[in-house]
């Protein structure tokens, strides 16, 4: 018994003996392993990189392709300006909505015209619909929910802002040129005459109440007379309700650029809006967009015109201005 007893510890000692042996593969292989891991996530971290590194590479050549693409279109557009492709640009795009409508696109919506001064597109809503003799009027102007904010610097203005198919402003600068599309000569040596557009003012009120008042001639001035504005030839069915000019005669102003006629007030700083102002309870189609029970003032879109109109003094809710270029040279 005691012989066993001796044995079996004997062959406890042993196999810490064996195991204290094996401790220094055990390490060994410990560390190997952990080395090959190491490596193995050093590898994929440099693919990772490399993936990455590629990717940067694949986004820079493409920015550089569409810079190069876009110099080619610029290229290529000046090379159209150039030559007689600018001529044929200039007679075959659509300048504005009355050759539209001549063309057969008889409804009314957002279309595309060609600036040609500016050589470039410009969206407007061109109407098709409106109860007139004339058909194909391009709109330069929208009022009709409140939607956006009129109550904008000079900036602004003359860029445009708002949407085509809602409340919008065509922009000083785009009004100016639409106002010069239709030119032509008597003779080719001859000197260019500009034949300018007949403006409309569709306007409606909360009663619906409507009327839409119409101008036979307009002279409208580059940036450098700050866009200043000449109307004619009122319409004769308005002459006793409207006055002859009711934005006619001025430069237009805006809250912070004041050139109204007006030396004891900042008129566009007061209605709020920019436009054409001579005194400060002057015609602003731009004003505030008043609420339905509301009355018209100056505090809100105004025309004091309206007041004959309707004697109830209704504010106005719809209010366009419009172009159309139908006139025939003569």
Request: charged share 20%.
């Amino acid at each position: 018994m005691t012989m066993l007893l001796q044995k079996r510890k004997w062959l406890e000692h042993s196999w810490f003996y064996y195991y204290l042996l094996l401790l220094p593969f055990f390490l060994w292989h410990y560390k190997a392993v952990g080395s090959q891991a190491g490596n193995i996530i050093l590898r994929v971290n440099r693919v990772a990189k490399s993936l990455k590194n590629q990717h940067l590479t694949n986004n820079k050549f493409y920015n550089l392709q569409n810079c190069q693409n876009q110099q080619q279109k610029a290229k290529q557009l000046a090379r159209l300006n150039n030559h007689h492709y600018s001529s044929y640009l200039h007679t075959t795009l659509q300048k504005e909505c009355t050759s539209i409508y001549a063309s057969g696109s008889t409804s009314s919506g957002i279309y595309p015209i060609w600036l040609k001064e500016r050589f470039q597109f410009t969206y407007v809503y061109c109407d098709m619909d409106l109860v007139s003799t004339q058909k194909g009027w391009t709109t330069i102007q929208r009022r009709m929910n409140g939607e956006f904010n009129f109550e904008r610097g000079w900036d602004d203005y003359v860029k445009g802002f708002g949407n085509p198919s809602s409340e919008h402003w065509l922009g000083l600068e785009n009004i100016y040129r639409l106002s010069r599309q239709t030119a032509y000569s008597t003779n080719t040596l001859g000197p260019i005459h500009i034949l300018t557009p007949e403006v409309g003012f569709d306007l409606q009120d909360w009663e619906e109440m409507k009327a839409f008042v119409q101008y036979a001639n307009l002279l409208l001035g580059p940036k450098a007379t700050n866009y200043w504005l000449d109307l004619g030839g009122l319409n004769k069915a308005f002459r006793r309700i409207f006055s002859s000019g009711p934005i006619s005669g001025y430069s237009f102003s805006t809250p912070d650029r004041d050139n109204d006629n007006n030396d004891h007030s900042h008129c566009a700083s007061k209605n709020r809006s920019g436009g054409w102002f001579n005194g400060c309870v002057e015609p602003n189609l731009n004003g505030p967009y008043p609420k339905h029970a509301q009355l018209m003032s100056s505090e809100n879109i105004y025309w004091g015109g309206w007041l004959n109109f309707n004697k109830n003094g209704t504010a106005l809710r719809f209010v366009f201005m419009k172009f159309y270029h139908g006139k025939i040279r003569p």
